[in-house]
């Protein structure tokens, strides 16, 4: 059965650090490109960052560049989201996917066939 399962979200401080996690089951996640996403209430759901499958390229929104790294972990066949130096403005529900894009990783949530159910992130004092 496939599943995409995110943990390691919570309430943190203004700048502080949180780093969610994503799991795969039924499949290798370096196989696929893997995306990062968050969707604050009311608002539309934005692409934070990505990585290309097999040690490829990752990318960032610019709003979080210099903040917030992603990595992987494919002897536990994770993806981890290390995000530092929070904002409240980064408060959302944030969300992994999978995608087989042809030209690579991307933060554009149509190229993503295949979403986890989401952890909350808040940042607040």
């Known amino acids: 059965q496939l599943q995409l399962v995110e943990s390691g979200g919570g309430l943190v401080q203004p700048g502080g650090s949180l780093r969610p996690s994503c799991a795969a089951s039924g499949f290798t996640l370096d196989n696929y490109h893997i995306g990062w996403f968050r969707q604050a209430p009311g608002k539309e759901r934005e692409g934070v960052s990505c990585i290309a499958n097999r040690g490829g390229s990752t990318d960032y929104a610019d709003s979080v560049k210099g903040r917030f790294a992603i990595s992987r972990d494919n002897a536990k066949n994770t993806v981890s989201l290390q995000m530092n130096s929070l904002k409240p403005a980064a408060t959302a529900v944030y969300y992994c996917?999978?995608?087989?894009?042809?030209?690579?990783?991307?933060?554009?949530?149509?190229?993503?066939?295949?979403w986890g159910q989401g952890t909350q992130v808040t940042v607040s004092s």
């Open positions: 996917a999978r995608s087989r894009w042809l030209y690579g990783c991307s933060l554009a949530s149509h190229r993503y066939d295949y």
